[in-house]
Antibody, heavy 123, light 110 residues
Framework: EVQLVQSGAEVKKPGESLKISCEGS????????IAWVRQMPGKGLEWMGI????????RYSPSSQGQVTISADKSLNTAYLQWGSLKASDTAMYFC????????????????WGQGTMVTVSS | QSALTQPPSASGSPGQSVTISCTGT?????????VSWYQQHPGKAPKLMIF???KRPSGVPNRFSGSKSGNTASLTVSGLQAEDESDYYC??????????FGGGTKLTVL
């Protein structure tokens, strides 16, 4: 079965760092871009960035550039999303998703999704 | 980047058809055939239902269909079933490093 499995929910304080993960299985992990998508409470979806696990080529959406870091370890079939200093406004559900269609370096379609990681940032 | 415009809610009775619209501009939906639709049940991950305007991934019932006219894309659910009650999001490639989503539509099966 093709699936993405994410790490568990996190509760952090403002200013703390965090790294969440997304492990792929059931397919050749290095052949597909992986995206991170944010969903703030009660809101819609926003893509944050993508990574190609084979060579760690990484692209960020304009709004996420400089706010987060995306990385991958192809030996572990795992992608990561990390923050150096969390803010309350980072409170959201974060999904990883496999990119099935890329257009000029931008993800256009996501065909497999992880179950989501809820990140809560509160003092 | 501006979001695509979806109606906040839609509804229909079991067996009926419902169409959800997704309105953009000539720079996104009107310019490219890369519209996708996702279904998201509460507390769950989104699921791809339609890609490239009208294509269905394997396993998605043919009750779900997509179309586009000008700057507006549409998702039609025919033969509504209780399990179709969910939130639906559209997305469109918009050029220049942009992928934009709609605000979502809550579909209620009466």
């Amino acid at each position: 079965e093709v699936q993405l499995v994410q790490s568990g929910a996190e509760v952090k304080k403002p200013g703390e760092s965090l790294k969440i993960s997304c492990e792929g299985s059931g397919y050749m992990f290095t052949n597909f871009w992986i995206a991170w998508v944010r969903q703030m409470p009660g809101k819609g979806l926003e893509w944050m960035g993508i990574i190609y696990p084979r060579d760690s080529d990484t692209r960020y959406s304009p709004s996420s550039q400089g706010q987060v870091t995306i990385s991958a370890d192809k030996s572990l079939n795992t992608a990561y999303l990390q923050w150096g200093s969390l803010k309350a406004s980072d409170t959201a559900m974060y999904f990883c998703a496999r990119v099935s269609i890329m257009i000029s370096g931008v993800p256009a379609t996501f065909d497999i999704w992880g179950q989501g990681t809820m990140v809560t940032v509160s003092s | 980047q501006s979001a695509l415009t979806q109606p906040p809610s839609a509804s229909g009775s079991p067996g009926q058809s419902v169409t959800i619209s997704c309105t953009g501009t000539s720079s996104d939906i009107g310019a490219y055939d890369y519209v996708s639709w996702y279904q998201q049940h509460p507390g769950k991950a989104p699921k791809l239902m339609i890609f490239e305007v009208r294509k269905r991934p394997s396993g998605v019932p043919n009750r779900f269909s997509g179309s586009k006219s000008g700057n507006t894309a549409s998702l039609t659910v025919s033969g509504l079933q209780a399990e179709d009650e969910s939130d639906y999001y559209c997305s469109s490639y918009a050029g220049s490093n942009r992928l934009i989503f709609g605000g979502g539509t809550k579909l209620t099966v009466l």
